[in-house]
C-alpha cells in the first residue's frame, strides 16, 4: 500500500518576524523585485479572498516542481490554476511531461536562477523521496552511501525550495514526499523542514500522511 506524507502550508496566517534576518533579505529581494513586475503589468499574488466579487475571475499561478510526468499538474489545472514554471531532472519525465501538456520542463533545478522563476501564487512540490524512504534509506546504506540532507545529489532539494519560497513569497505551497519523512533519523529531519517553512519564512503548516492509492483519480 502506498502512502505519502502530503503537506500545505499558507502564508496569511501567521507573519514574519519583523527582524529576523531572513525577514530583512526577503523585504530588500521584494523591493529590488517590484519595478521589474511594474515593467511587466505583473501583480504581487492574485489569491483572492472568497467575498471578493473577482474571486474566480483570475487563474491563480502554480509551479510545479520536481514534477515527474504532472500529477501535480493535473490536479491544479483542474481545479482552475495556471502553471508557469516546471522543473524536473529526469530526461524521460521531461519527456513524458512535454507530450502529456506542451511543455517541457526544464532539467536540474540548480541551473535555474530564483529571479528567473516566474512570479506564482502556489508552489508544489514532490521533492525527491529516495534518501528519506524506508527503502531508499536501506539501500544507501547497504552501498555505503550518505541518505537525508546528507545525500548532496537529491537529499538537500528541500533547501532550494526554501530559497524559491524566501525570494517569491507566494501565498500558499503544497509538498509531498513519502511517510517515513516524518520519522526519518528520529524526526529530526521533519523538524527541520517544519521549523524552515513556519519560524524562519513565517507559513502556518498543516501535514498528513495519506493512502495515495485512496485517493489518486485520474
Known amino acids: 500500500m502506498s502512502r505519502s506524507l502530503a503537506t500545505h502550508a499558507t502564508a496569511h496566517d501567521m507573519p514574519r518576524k519583523p527582524n529576523s534576518p531572513r525577514a530583512e533579505k526577503a523585504k530588500a529581494a521584494k523591493a529590488i523585485r517590484a519595478p521589474k513586475r511594474a515593467r511587466h503589468g505583473e501583480t504581487e499574488s492574485c489569491i483572492l479572498r472568497e467575498d471578493s466579487p473577482e474571486y474566480g475571475a483570475v487563474a491563480p499561478r502554480f509551479i510545479d516542481l520536481f514534477c515527474g510526468i504532472g500529477g501535480f499538474r493535473i490536479a491544479f489545472e483542474r481545479a482552475g490554476g495556471r502553471c508557469v514554471f516546471s522543473s524536473d531532472y ?129
Open 90 to 218: 529526469d530526461k524521460f519525465s521531461q519527456q513524458t511531461y512535454e507530450a502529456n501538456f506542451g511543455d517541457k520542463p526544464h532539467g536540474d533545478i540548480h541551473t535555474v536562477a530564483v529571479a528567473d522563476i516566474p512570479a506564482h501564487d502556489i508552489l508544489c512540490g514532490g521533492f525527491p523521496c529516495q534518501p528519506f524512504s524506508i527503502a531508499g534509506v536501506s539501500k544507501k546504506l547497504s552501498l555505503g552511501r550518505k541518505h537525508g540532507f546528507q545525500d548532496e545529489k537529491q537529499g538537500n532539494l528541500f533547501f532550494s525550495i526554501a530559497d524559491i519560497l524566501d525570494f517569491h513569497r507566494p501565498g500558499a505551497l503544497v509538498l509531498e514526499n513519502v511517510k517515513n519523512l516524518k520519522g526519518h533519523d528520529s524526526g529530526k529531519t521533519f523538524d527541520i523542514i517544519h521549523r524552515t517553512l513556519t519560524e524562519a519564512l513565517g507559513y502556518t503548516v498543516y501535514y498528513k500522511s495519506i493512502d495515495a492509492q485512496s485517493v489518486v483519480q485520474i
